[in-house]
């Protein structure tokens, strides 16, 4: 069985599903020497343990980055393009040059060294679970920051996903800038109003 090189980075977005807001991805080379316990897929983590761990690790990790796409690069990409490019530009942020990169899913982003997919990498993949958590924290609070500029939509809550909360604030105040208006639910409103 072949080992894999020391400095493998795990690697996964958060913000693929939601309406709003960016898509964010992180890159982590964990420390063998230096093992994180409780790290698991971001999703079934509560908030609390989720802020805690993303702390641990980025104390702890040889090495980690965040990469993003914004609404625009999703609207004209598409989602699953802009995130391949959001995980591309996170290992490309690594302060330390990673010689392998592990990717939760199907799909391989365009890096500088050998990659490969791991379906449910972010349960199975300790350094993958760690970049899902880092993803998913750094996006959850930068939709908490877009709640007090956009007010009304309730970002701080759902995070843009399309809750009935959002749906209905959405068709109330209308598309803000941080719509991805090539979401079906945005685009229906829009083609409603005749935009």
């Not at 977005?13 to 994180?36: C, F, N, Q, T, W």
């Not at 409780?38 to 609390?48: F, P, T, V, Y």
């Not at 449910?120 to 993949?125: H, P, Q």
């Not at 970049?131 to 956009?150: C, F, G, H, P, T």
Request: proline residues 5%; hydrophobic residues 50%; positive net charge.
């Amino acid at each position: 069985m072949s080992r894999l090189p020391l400095l493998t980075a795990g690697v996964d977005e958060a913000g693929r599903g939601p309406l709003a807001g960016p898509v964010i991805a992180a890159a982590v080379i964990l420390d063998p020497a230096s093992p994180i316990a409780g790290i698991d897929d971001s999703k079934k983590l509560s908030a609390a343990r989720r802020q805690n761990l993303a702390g641990l690790i980025r104390a702890k990790a040889l090495a980690w980055a965040v990469g993003r796409a914004e609404v625009e690069e999703i609207d004209r990409l598409n989602i699953l393009r802009a995130s391949l490019l959001a995980m591309a530009r996170a290992v490309a942020a690594l302060p330390i040059t990673a010689q392998h990169v592990l990717v939760d899913g199907n799909f391989c982003p365009e890096v500088q060294c050998t990659v490969e997919a791991v379906v449910d990498g972010d349960a199975s993949v300790a350094a993958i679970g760690a970049a899902s958590i880092l993803a998913k924290v750094a996006r959850d609070q930068e939709m908490v920051l877009l709640d007090s500029r956009y007010p009304g939509y309730g970002f701080a809550q759902h995070k843009g996903y399309p809750t009935k909360v959002h749906i209905e604030a959405l068709s109330r105040l209308g598309v803000s800038k941080i719509h991805r208006c090539s979401f079906l639910p945005v685009r229906r409103l829009l083609r409603k109003s005749g935009v």
